[in-house]
């Protein structure tokens, strides 16, 4: 027996609104990248994490999205969330060199490192869709100022770009090609799989096709 209902009548089963948990997921998935970037560095209470957390907005990019240009002023920090970036400058020719990656669950370069004279060195650009969070740089700074824990906290953040920019250093100052790119393989493991190999190698400072010489070189040599 089929029940009809008339047009404006309601029963208990008739299914309710469709709800979709994607937002609610991908928050959830957001929040815990960036407590887990807190977490290996300090343990931090609900109050001050929330604290933090309440500083920043998010923000998607798109795939070749260029965020930050050349001698702008962008007076923010970022944390990555999801995806990967590149900071790149552009020669007299038009050719871009790339200076750096950052990879999801990290913080870019901090504001200080990042400009001269309050205006970006260098183009800032999403090499996939990513997702970010931004901080504006006086108060997160006033804020990690402020407290003990949280003061050692930035000390941590300061310390690991440091290391990231001894190491790319380290890398790019390799005389042989091949060197750098072991070096570049071992700061970035499994970032070649992630990304075009023609912005390793404006890193590495080869071309495409010396970058694939490199590479069958090298899975040639583990052959035999």
Do not use: W
Not at 3 to 10: A, E, H, V
Not at 111 to 118: A, C, L, V
Not at 151 to 166: F, P, Q, T, V, Y
Not at 217 to 222: A, D, E, F, T
């Amino acid at each position: 027996m089929t029940t009809r209902l008339s047009p404006g009548s309601t029963s208990f089963l008739a299914c309710p609104p469709v709800i979709s948990l994607k937002p609610i997921v991908l928050y959830l998935y957001h929040m815990s990248s960036f407590k887990n970037y807190i977490d290996k560095i300090t343990a931090l209470d609900s109050d001050l994490f929330h604290l933090l957390d309440s500083l920043s907005e998010k923000s998607a990019l798109k795939k070749a999205e260029v965020f930050i240009h050349a001698n702008s002023r962008f007076n923010k920090e970022i944390f990555i969330e999801t995806g990967v970036l590149r900071s790149y400058i552009v020669d007299e020719h038009g050719n871009d060199r790339t200076t750096a990656f950052f990879t999801g669950g990290e913080f870019v370069s901090t504001n200080t490192f990042r400009t001269i004279n309050g205006r970006s060195s260098c183009f800032y650009q999403a090499l996939g869709p990513a997702s970010i969070r931004l901080f504006d740089s006086h108060k997160l700074k006033s804020t990690l100022s402020d407290n003990n824990i949280l003061s050692l906290l930035g000390r941590e953040i300061k310390e690991k770009i440091i290391n990231r920019i001894n190491q790319r250093d380290e890398c790019i100052a390799q005389v042989k090609a091949t060197d750098r790119y072991l070096k570049f393989i071992e700061y970035y493991p499994d970032l070649e799989h992630k990304i075009s190999h023609h912005y390793i190698a404006t890193f590495l400072g080869i071309t495409p096709v010396s970058l694939s010489r490199v590479r069958k070189k090298l899975r040639n040599s583990i052959k035999h």
